[in-house]
């Protein structure tokens, strides 16, 4: 079946480092695939979306590229700040149903 | 943007009693609302999808008696954990969707309730 798989946290970088959280999956067919964000307190966000293989999802300084021959979504920012300290979930979809698969989630710290 | 609130945020109860859990669309209307559950460490796992006047969906190994979902209005949709035990405990968020069915990225999160059976 479907499923992600995302790297365990916590991750602990300082303010202004390069993060990479790392993201594979397991899907039939073509998913869609997402990065979320949760914020201390907040619920689920999406932070950025790719549909097909090869494109670039975007959004407040992150990227994350569907990779589709090596079945990867990395989430990756350049310069990290205090305020992205949250939980980040990777997930798909595989367009057959509105059910979203999640990964476990990788808890971000941010050190000033 | 949309939000989606549940009430309440924390929960403690004892074995045995029920536990009503509310998930509100508070600036718009959701045809379909989403319950998840959150164990520490672990994935969302989805429950069951509810439409707006219809019966829920339950995914595969969720106990539809035990978990009893109403979605008796556009804005509320409530989760009751019937008869708790210790091993319900667990983190439970809603999210709710704007469009018959949704697509995914129209899913708008709550915050999650975190339930504790003693």
Known sequence: ?112 | GAVVSQHPSRVICKSGTSVKIECRSLDFQATTMFWYRQFPKQSLMLMATSNEGSKATYEQGVEKDKFLINHASLTLSTLTVTSAHPEDSSFYICSASHTSGGTTDTQYFGPGTRLTVL
């Not at chain 1, 946290?9 to 790392?22: C, D, K, Q, W, Y």
């Not at chain 1, 067919?29 to 949760?38: A, D, E, R, T």
């Not at chain 1, 670039?56 to 990227?63: P, Q």
């Not at chain 1, 569907?66 to 595989?94: I, M, N, P, W």
Request: with cysteine; hydrophobic share 30%; aromatic share 12%.
């Open chain 1, 1 to 112: 079946g479907n499923s992600v798989t995302q790297m365990e946290g916590p991750v602990t970088l300082s303010e202004e480092a390069f993060l990479t959280i790392n993201c594979t999956y397991t899907a039939t067919g073509y998913p869609s695939l997402f990065w979320y964000v949760q914020y201390p307190g907040e619920g689920l966000q999406l932070l950025l979306k790719a549909t097909k293989a090869d494109d670039k999802g975007s959004n407040k300084g992150f990227e994350a590229t569907y990779r589709k021959e090596t079945t990867s979504f990395h989430l990756e920012k350049g310069s990290v700040q205090v305020s992205d300290s949250a939980v980040y979930f990777c997930a798909l979809s595989d367009g057959r149903d509105d059910k979203i698969i999640f990964g476990k989630g990788t808890r971000l710290h941010i050190l000033p």
